[in-house]
């Protein structure tokens, strides 16, 4: 008699859907797959080479050698690391339904993508070992963001569609993106490091934020009216203007400065006005907010991240604008580096949080949501935001500073670990891409 136990059940394969394993070919099934997962590699070590950094930077128990200022070493990977990337993956894949052409394929930016991955990972090293090598990865890295600005470029002058806006404000800011990391490469080379910081911003307030911008206009609306059908997709586009003009504001004043402030009276005026159109174009920011759905969005995780995101833009003006009046009434400056923080950290980092977690969701046929984990993730960069602009504050402890980098960390790894886990593996519903 035969007493084995039954067989357990097996479903039988489903036809035409392939191996659900995690396999590295995988990366190749669309662009926004090559480009987030290189682009959360190296968000996830610049992140964690900073908590690095500032620990040593205030127990000394690693002392790690330095040939380049790690400052400018982690605003510039920051700024052009894994943030080009990302749009990369983001453009490849939106851009050309924008634009009404073919998109390309995966294999045709592997190139150009590792290129700028590696680059910023050899400048991280650079940071330590020797200038030249950091200069090194910086020219690799601006190879490969060369060739995809001009890649881009060229699907935008292919496409036929009278609405190509959006996608020409990218294209000239990418550009402004490789001008400007030129300039670091030239000036780290020439030895001046004001010069370098200077073309960081540059890069920050021409190339960053008006992609952020135009890519927000373009977008923002459209989610919010799909997922609450009471609210209007109004995106007029004097208001992409505006949010242009007000980071186009930014770019002269950090060149004005370093070109030398006029002093007295004169160089007062001039930074009272400049506090004065930050606060005013902070205020319009937070209306707009408002506007495009910011308290109905509240209801819907995913898209309450978008809104939220956005806001902190409107802050980070705020906070611009108040520095530089309490600098003039005090005589010294109070938020410190609290309103660049409060952009690139709330503002970009919302944003990127929401918009690749959106499109990850999309492209990979999950539902989408921000399920728990993320929704907690979120609330914890919110956090790490607010510990960072509260350790710019003068006489704040410098733990503040620490805590926030490696509450950040935490929140990117853990995020990035699992979007990398998506994007090596099929879509779960079993369609192309």
Known sequence: MNTAPPAPHRAPPQRGVPDAGWRVQHLLLAPHRLGFSLAVLLLCTAALWWVVVLLDRATGVLALPLAVSPSLGHAAVMTWGFLPLFFAGFLFTAGP?????????ARSLVAPLLWQAAGWLVW???????????????GLALMGLAWVVARFWALVQASTLSDRVHARLVAL?????????????GALTWGA????????LTALWGFIVPTFVAVAHRMIPFFTSS??????AWRPFWVLWVLLAA????????????????DGTWGQALRLTLGTLELVAGAVVLWLGVVWGLVQSLKVRLLAMLHLGFVWLGLAFVLAGVTQWI????????????????LTMGCLGSLLLAMVTRVSCGHSGRTLVADNLVWALFWGLQLATVLRIAGS????????????????ATVVTVWGLRMAGWYGRPRSDGRPG
């Open 247 to 262: 980071a186009g504001m930014e770019v002269v004043a950090v060149w004005w400065q370093w070109l030398g402030w006029p």
């Open 173 to 185: 800011a990418g550009a402004l993106g490789v001008a400007s990391l030129t300039l670091v490469a």
């Open 97 to 105: 339904k924008w634009l009404g052409v073919a998109a390309p394929h």
């Open 124 to 138: 991280l090293a650079g940071i330590h070992l020797s200038e030249h090598i950091a200069v090194a990865g910086a």
């Open 227 to 232: 997922a609450v059908p009471m609210v209007h």
């Open 193 to 200: 490091i004001d010069l370098a910081r200077v073309a960081v």
């Open 327 to 342: 600098s003039f009434l005090q005589g010294t400056p109070v938020l410190g580096l609290g309103a660049l923080h409060a």
């Open 393 to 408: 504050v003068q006489a704040a402890p410098p733990a503040l500073m620490w805590l926030a980098a490696l509450l950040w």
